[in-house]
Each structure stands twice: as C-alpha cells, then as structure tokens.
C-alpha cells in the first residue's frame, strides 16, 4: 500500500516541479554555439591565443628598430681625494651637478646576431664653487656589437618564432572543433538519458495497464497467477527504471549546464535532429589537409627546430668565444653650448673580448653529445608520431564514411522494432502470443531506440573529429577560420 501512496505521489509531484522550472530546449547546434563562448575550454583557448599573439608581437618588436632616451643627472657635494702632478694626494670640496640627456637607436641583425647603434648626446657640468659651466656634446655615435663564434639566438628565433604563431592559430580552431565534440557528448548524453526516461514512462504505463488488464483475465482463470506475477513484476521493474532515470536525467542536465556556463538553475531539454549531412571525404584530400592546417604538423617542426638549436647552442658554448665592440664618433666640450658642437672631434673605441677553453674535462663535449642525443631523439618519436597521426586521420575518415549508412539502419531498426511492439502488444492482448514474446518486443524497442540515438552521436562525434583534425568543412567546402582581430580585442 504504501509503494502505490509513493508511487501516486511522484508520479504527481514530478511533473509539478519540472512545469514550475524554466526549460530550455536545445538543439546540438545551439548548444554547441554557446559552448564555444562559455565553456571553460573555449575560454581558456582565448586567452592561450592572446598570450601567442603577444609573444609574436614581441618578437616581431624585436626584428624593428629601438628609440631609447637616456639621462642620469647626478649631484656631487662631498669631499673627495684627488693626486696633484707631483704625485701627492689632496683632499678637495666638490660642488657640481651633471645633467645629460641622450638618444639611442638600436637595430638587431638576426643574420649575424650582432646589434647596430647610432647615438646621440649632450652633457653639462656646472661647478659650483668655481661658478662655471661647461657643455660636452656627441653629435653622432655609430657602435656595433658581436658575439664572435657565438650562438645566434635571433637567428633561431626567426624560424621557430613564425611557426609557434601559425601552431597557436591553428590550435585555437582545433580547440574550438574540439569544444563541439566535447559538447556533442555531454548533450547526447543528455539525449540518451531523457531517451530512457521516456522508454520508462511509456513502459511503465503500458506495464501497469497490462497488469490491471491481467488482474481481469486471472479472476476468470484465462491466464496463469505465474504470467500475472510476472506482469506484475515487470510494472515493478519498469517503474523503478523510472525513477533511475530520472536520476540520470537530472545528472546530465546539470554535466551540460555546467559545461554551456548557465548558471540558472533551469531544466534542458535537448532534441538530436534526425536529419544529418550526407557527403562522403576524400582519404587523400583529408590527408593534404590535415598536413596543411593540423597544429600537431607545426609542431613536429617546431620541435625539430628547438632540437636543432639546443645542439647549436650546445656546440658554440663550447669552444673558442668572442666578443667584439667598436664606436665610432664624434665629441666636443666647450663652456658655451654653441661652441660644444663646432668643430667636434672624432672619437673611436674598439673592445675585443676573448674566452678560449683550455681545459674543461670533456664537460662541452659531453653537453654537445647529450643535445645530439635528444636532437636524435626528438626525431625518432616525430616520425612516430607523424606515423600515427597518418593513421589516425585515415581511420577517421573510414569511420565517419560508413557512419551515415550506420544511422541510416539504425533508424530503420528502430522503426520496425517500434512496429514489432505494437504488433506483439495486440497479439497479446488477443491472446495470440505469451508474455516471453511481448517482453522481447519490448527489450527490442528499447535497445534499438538507444541503439539509433548512439549511433547520431557517433556521426556527430567523427564529424567534429574530423573538422578538428583537417581544419576543414567538409560539408561546406570551405577552410575553418576565425576572426583573430575581433578575438584580441
């Protein structure tokens, strides 16, 4: 008695606190819109993209030319030792302030790795004990500064730079592609759980009326108490699979809702479209494809590159190094700031810094060794892994060929399986056919009916696979692209 009370209660106060939530109905594609605004990934992907941009920017900042201004005044008022042209020693009192101001151009040359100067400044000293002042000016400065034999960084930087920023582009349209995939399986999961709601709804009703119906048929003896226990038993099984998918119903709403970055506590309701793309994909195209807009390709050389330039880090540190720095210009000084720049004087100054390595234990040797080794290394798991992903992209394709016609029968069963349970329904009713041939009728509907959702999330879930992997729309025939400039705003 007490299971019916429980029973009549849900079935009543169910319906009432879902009509007294607001629902949102989705369809996949709606859903996947909102996830590639609100989702964590997609968010996250953003702001990957942007850290990208900027450090390309700042690469690119550091391929153009630099406008430094430089100035350090300084004040003197102390008591400082001074040697006399007789070499003795005397304390005087200094009393000055030095003001400068200078301009300074910089230009890095990525083929040498050197760096060119062209300076410009101006000086005045004021002693105030003696109340003089005077000027030194430097019109032009022209410098130049190299690593002799030394490792190239911004020649590396110039190669692997580029190709980090097409990976990040490229990266960001995977992830997006991704995001759908990833929402393609929380809103079938949802799909497939409000599926078998249903299915237990409908079977538990139908099961409850087959059991009154029974409960007539047993009082005038045309059926067994065994076949009406069992009908009863299965009105019992069916309406505890009610209440376990509500359960999972409620679960699933909250997995999506979350992921969609809703955060009113609203009941979804999601409808898988029937209707799906018929087109069939190219294994070679796909694969041309992949190799051209794939991340994980820009990666591979990435990789390749930064290997290649450990080792040549590795081989320049280790022998004979030098550095050298040359000025050349022009400098005056006068009490008068007119007269500082007449006729101003040349200027040169050439530094030539050594380092040669006498003995050092095989310790360059063996770091030049190690960076071969991993260089070696990176090359073997990249043709590896160019093997896979090779691979992967052709089974990809296959599946997603075959992936139509699969839902195509899967539809197919699912309606003559739904036609089979009618049919068994009447035959038992008219006494035609036993309750072991209705409830395989049933089993049948059930299972072909989760049987067809699964089989739509398959096809969706290799088409977003696909897209993500090829950076193409197969069904439009055109690139996958993205508007950079509004993103980074």
Request: overall charge neutral; proline content about 2%; glycine content about 4%.
């Amino acid at each position: 008695m007490m299971k019916q009370i429980l029973s009549i209660l849900i079935c009543v106060l169910l319906p009432l606190q879902l009509l007294a939530q607001k629902t949102l109905t989705l369809t996949l594609g709606e859903a996947i819109e909102t996830a590639r605004r609100n989702s964590p990934e997609a968010i996250a992907a953003r702001h990957a993209f942007r850290a990208s941009y900027w450090n390309w920017r700042s690469f690119r900042a550091k391929q153009l030319p630099s406008l430094t201004l430089t100035s350090d005044p300084s004040l003197n008022r102390s008591i400082q030792s001074v040697t006399l042209e007789d070499g003795s020693d005397k304390f005087v009192h200094r009393n000055q302030l030095s003001v400068d101001a200078g301009l300074e151009i910089q230009q890095n040359i990525a083929l040498t790795g050197g760096k060119v100067l062209l300076k410009t400044g101006l000086e005045r000293l004021d002693m105030f004990t003696d109340n003089v002042s005077s000027y030194k000016s430097t019109p032009v400065v022209i410098g130049y500064e190299q690593d002799l034999f030394g490792f190239n960084d911004l020649k590396w930087e110039r190669r692997i730079e580029p190709i980090k920023y097409e990976e990040a582009k490229k990266t960001y349209i995977e992830t997006l592609e991704l995001v759908a995939a990833y929402t393609t399986n929380r809103f079938f999961n949802l799909a497939t759980a409000q599926t078998s709601l249903e299915i237990a709804n409908y079977n538990f009703a139908y099961a409850d009326t087959l059991y009154r119906y029974a409960q007539g048929r047993y009082n005038i003896g045309t059926i067994t108490e065994n076949e009406m226990l069992q009908l009863e038993l299965n009105k019992l099984t069916e309406q505890t699979n009610r209440l376990n998918a509500q359960i999972e119903v409620d679960d699933y709403i909250q997995s999506l809702r979350s992921y969609l970055g809703i955060s009113e506590n609203i009941t979804l309701v999601v409808i898988p479209d029937d209707s799906i793309p018929h087109f069939t994909v190219d294994v070679n195209e796909a694969m041309q494809l992949a190799f051209q807009n794939n991340p994980d390709i820009s990666a591979f050389e990435r990789r390749r590159l930064q290997s290649e330039s450990t080792v040549a880090e590795a081989k320049a540190n280790r022998g004979f190094k030098a550095a050298l720095y040359a000025q050349f210009g022009l400098t005056q000084s006068n009490e008068k700031l007119k007269e500082s720049y007449r006729d101003p004087m040349d200027q040169q100054l050439v530094t030539l810094g050594v380092r040669i390595p006498i003995l050092d234990w095989g310790v360059g040797k063996g770091r030049v060794k190690v960076a071969k080794s991993n260089r070696d290394k990176v090359y073997t798991e990249l043709e590896q892994e160019r093997m896979d992903f090779e691979l992967n992209v052709a089974k990809i394709v296959k599946q997603f060929n075959i992936q139509a016609g699969k839902v195509a029968i899967a539809y197919k069963t699912d309606q003559t399986a739904q036609r089979r349970n009618d049919v068994a329904r009447r035959l038992y009713l008219l006494g035609k056919s036993t309750i072991l041939d209705l409830n395989a009728a049933i089993a049948e509907k059930d299972n072909s009916r989760r049987a067809y959702i699964a089989a739509l999330y398959n096809y969706w879930n290799l088409y977003y696979g696909l897209r993500s992997l090829t950076g193409y729309d197969f069904e439009k025939m055109i690139p996958i692209t993205e508007d950079y400039e509004l993103l980074l705003k």
